[in-house]
């Protein structure tokens, strides 16, 4: 849990709670039927009050029980590859055919946005990241969009920029080159630099394995088809060796 990360400041021990519900999320969606996006958007923050005001009220319980203080409530959506508890689905409810569909960055955005604004009229200690995570193996309603090639790495990308995570859990080929991987990287980290932003980048080479092949790994962790990835070579940008200058920040002040 990201909440559950130690550092300089932080008490030796701490009551952090997280709370997922993606198929809360979508069933109070699906309950709702046709209805605009600003409805769309309440039924998102009142389903998120509720369930992390359901996690403060444990955590402060926990608290007086254990004599630990407590930290904060993190209300990321965190998908499994368990029928209906997905993120993808989520999207799909608001009214895409399939994610990665055009209009899934703006659905996400919609998403990760009221999550957020919810969860913190529910609770003074709102922390963590918050918001909706897009790890494809590990969400079964991304699983089956990269599995009949609606959802790719192109769109993934944009994803990131409006989420709270990166480029999370993606099977690629076992044959890419290192210089593709760093470029994939690269970009990633150039979403978050001027986003100021958090990203990161879970890729998975599938050795042996080419496009379109299945790599499962159980458990939480799932499984889901190798992706393709645009096999234009980067190598003369990458093997340039340097840095790439910090944003100038302070100009948005």
Request: with cysteine; hydrophobic share 45%.
């Amino acid at each position: 849990m990201a909440g559950a990360f130690h550092g300089a400041g932080e008490p030796d021990c701490v009551i952090n709670v997280g709370v997922s519900g993606p198929g809360v999320v979508r069933a109070s969606l699906a309950k709702a039927g046709d209805c605009d996006l600003t409805e769309v958007a309440d039924i998102i923050k009142k389903t998120a009050f509720k369930i992390t005001r359901m996690g403060q009220l444990v955590a402060i319980e926990a608290s007086k029980r254990l004599g630990v203080p407590f930290g904060i409530v993190d209300l990321s959506l965190a998908p499994t590859p368990a029928i209906g508890d997905s993120v993808a689905y989520i999207l799909e409810e608001m009214g895409l055919e399939c994610c990665g569909a055009h209009g899934t960055t703006a659905a996400l955005a919609l998403l990760n946005d009221a999550v957020k604004k919810g969860g913190v009229m529910a609770s003074s200690h709102v922390g963590g990241l918050s918001g909706a995570f897009i790890p494809v193996t590990e969400d079964a309603g991304m699983i089956h969009a990269a599995q009949v090639g609606c959802l790719r790495i192109e769109k993934l990308e944009a994803m990131t920029a409006v989420c709270s995570v990166g480029l999370d859990m993606i099977n690629i080929p076992g044959d890419t080159t290192a210089e593709v991987i760093s470029a994939i990287i690269a970009d990633e980290a150039a979403i978050g630099m001027v986003n100021s932003k958090t990203t990161a980048v879970r890729l998975i080479p599938a050795i042996g394995k080419k496009v379109g092949e299945e790599l499962s790994f159980g458990g939480l962790l799932g499984g889901g088809p190798v992706m393709p990835l645009n096999t234009w070579s980067p190598a003369r940008f990458i093997s340039r060796g340097g840095r790439i200058p910090a944003p100038m920040q302070s100009l948005k002040n």
